[in-house]
């Protein structure tokens, strides 16, 4: 079994930054990609980039591209999102999900190709 934690939300103003970590524990010897998703009220869980896990490349969905970061940090498990010039658009609960088995894709980019999530933490924008 594996455990996401997610840390980091809150409320900031637009123009602003947040930082929001994820930690894994439990079995996570047989990962392939961290990946975050974000659901604003009313709409449907949507992608905001994944890291794949054996190189550490990143991949965006564009309304985030250039201003939103992944990393991680191997040592602690742990996958983080820099979220820099936030804007009201970015308002939402942000998920943090694991992928660990191979799906035969570069990116992870869909929700089924994930197993384990993170409970979420919100993202408030204000402008």
């Known amino acids: 079994q594996v455990q996401l934690v997610e840390s980091g939300g809150g409320l900031v103003q637009a123009g602003g930054s947040l930082r929001l970590s994820c930690a894994a524990s439990g079995r996570t010897f047989s990962n392939y990609a961290m990946g975050w998703f974000r659901q604003a009220p009313g709409k449907e869980r949507e992608f905001v980039g994944t890291?794949?896990?054996?190189?550490?490349?990143?991949y965006y969905t564009d309304s985030v591209k250039g201003r939103f970061t992944i990393s991680k940090d191997n040592a602690k498990n742990t996958v983080y999102l820099q979220m820099n010039s936030l804007k009201p658009e970015d308002t939402a609960v942000y998920y943090c999900?694991?992928?660990?088995?191979?799906?035969?894709?570069?990116?992870?980019?869909?929700?089924?190709?994930?197993?384990?999530w993170g409970q979420g933490t919100q993202v408030n924008v204000s402008s």
């Open positions: 890291i794949r896990w054996s190189d550490g490349i990143t």
């Open positions: 999900a694991l992928g660990t088995r191979y799906s035969g894709t570069y990116y992870y980019l869909l929700r089924d190709e994930y197993d384990y």
